[in-house]
């Protein structure tokens, strides 16, 4: 990391002011001008703090290992030490509230594994949220060449964290709380106090930055927020944020739609400073076939075949959207001479193991308030007014199944009272674990289900074996095969995909 020496003289002056419901400014001042964001970008930190812990990479508890170069940062800092251990919650508070340096690049280091990687994460996650003139270098804003961003960015930033994540938004709010190892007090608690209605939400200071602040209030029912670049003090800073939250009061109407923005959507690959290649998808059905095209040149066939992969992919998903499948009974009836036993250890077909390409999740806590330790009950209303948190659903990265050669042609299975079809083998037969989807009304609609799951979680059921068995309430959609890791992690995954699902062992 470069950091580069700033001579003593005034930061450049930028101020936004915006009517948060609607979006719409209402004062501008050198709004596009790209400065030194200071702090500010630790608002970006903490979102894609909450997102991680939204889509299940990482818990509020889980704890950290402090690397040489967190406990190594500058003031302002918690005081982390390097190889000591803290809970993702404490990192999260320490960075809002006291504005921790240490604590922004241990969270970095948490999510992404290095600071260099979370920074490419943050540019990615800047595009996805209409900051278009906002490049970042680190998660904590300590100057560094090209580290820059612009009022107009950071306004949008903070109108993100409040409207994006309502049920963390209270932290900036704090005027201290407790971080683990320390309590930490709250670097905005002046405005807090001195303005009616201010609620939060960070500060920043460098030399080459200036006294920087974004701000929100609120007042029966309208909600500004503002924000100033180059303060030449604290105090100074504070009073014109007062002076443009009175502004913004005085112009912005009584009544406003408020137009809250959907939760950003990752598509493509960039470089350092661009999008990485994660995708988030709203939905898991697939839209269009991933056939590749045939190769150019005269040796080339006029039209491509298919991979065996897809063809047999294509098959099932026919087979599924097919005409109902005969009953039961017909079953029983039509394989009354049932097929020799594979071989193999409990009937299954030895698949080549897959390699671990896509981490899965662990299992994703409740979206409580971040002063909600186990052994204390959450604040109330710290989840108040989370619509769109639930509806976004993670995407798995494409990963490339098994061949078909390794799997199995598929085997029914007829048994007088409980009658069970293979439509798919799992890996091993020393698995005893899985996931049910829960009971369907009929044996199609079972079977789709457990074939739209497979295909939406490419990567997460590859070994698992699918069966649809016959029970009192129903048809229950099963996947079978998996280790008790692999189902809680598994489960907790759809979970965070609101998928209705639990977990099953030897005895069930």
Partial sequence: MTVVATPLRAAPYAAMVMDARSGEVLHSRNADTR???ASLIKMMTLYIAFEAVRLGEITLDTPVRISDRAAAEPPSKLGLRAGST??????????????????????????????????????????????????????HGLTEEGHLSTAHDMTIMGRRLFYDYPEYYNIFSRREDDAGIATVRNTNRALLAAYRGADGIKTGYTRAAGFNLVASAERDGVRILATVFGGRSTAWRNQRIMELFDMGFARAPANARVRRPDLPRYEGGGEDDGPVGRTERLSGLVTRSIRPQPRPGPQAPARAPAPDLLAAIEEAVGEALADPPPTPEQEVAANAQPRPAPQGAQGAVA???????????????????LDADPATPALPGAGADVQQGAQVAPLASLVVPPRPADVAEPEVVAAPLEPEVVTRASSTGSRLYGVSLGAQPSHHAAERLLLRTALSEIGTFDEALRRVVRRNGGYEARFQGLTEDQAARACARLAARNITCETFGPAS
Avoid: C, K
């Fill in 35 to 37: 400065l030194h964001p």
């Fill in 86 to 139: 803290i809970r993702f919650r404490y990192l999260i508070r320490a960075a809002a509230i006291r504005s921790a340096n240490d604590a922004a690049t241990a969270i970095a280091e948490a999510i992404e594994g290095s600071e260099a990687a979370f920074a490419r994460r943050m540019n990615r996650t800047a595009r996805a949220l209409g900051m278009t003139r906002t490049t970042f270098r680190n998660a």
């Fill in 351 to 369: 698949q080549a193991e897959m390699p671990d390409t896509v981490p899965v999740p662990r299992p994703i806590e409740p979206q409580a308030a």
